[in-house]
């Protein structure tokens, strides 16, 4: 949600600081990646700071090396402004889902070799979206949803 919404915000710089970070799931690095090409897109900076070598190494062997500049940081500004930007955090089933695929998808955009290890795991997740989207209540007439 906060990558669809920054698309619209200004902002010179993201700093996500990867200290208290053991590890990473490939969702977790879509979502960073999603991030970093959004600040692209404005001409900002997605800087990944105190990431340990092993997420470095994680990052940069799915081709996201580009998206980001790292940086070692003994103390991060905050400012605030990011609660501002925050949604409420909570996800239902169905826009996590959403999330994972959109993560998985950016993954496999951002590097052509990232297509063979996620391509299972994005079409998983489409027929787990179209289950549920076909499980919803039906709207309109009275007619039952076509099967």
Do not use: Q, Y
Request: with cysteine; glycine share 8%.
């Amino acid at each position: 949600d906060l990558a669809k919404r920054l698309e619209h915000e200004k902002f010179k710089k993201i700093s996500v600081n990867l200290r208290e970070c053991a590890a990473m799931d490939s969702t977790f690095m879509g979502v960073l990646a999603m991030l970093g090409i959004v600040s692209r897109k404005v001409g900002a900076v997605m800087e990944i700071a105190n990431a340990s070598p092993s997420n470095i190494a994680l990052l940069t062997g799915l081709g996201l090396k580009k998206l980001f500049t790292f940086a070692v940081r003994e103390t991060m500004s905050e400012t605030g402004e990011w609660r501002a930007l925050m949604g409420d955090g909570g996800l239902d089933k169905e826009d996590n889902a959403r999330t994972v695929l959109e993560a998985h998808d950016t993954l496999m955009d951002v590097d052509a070799t990232n297509i063979p290890k996620f391509k299972s795991v994005v079409d998983m997740v489409k027929k787990d979206i179209d289950k549920m989207d076909s499980e919803k209540p039906h709207k309109g007439g009275d007619d039952p949803p076509l099967s």
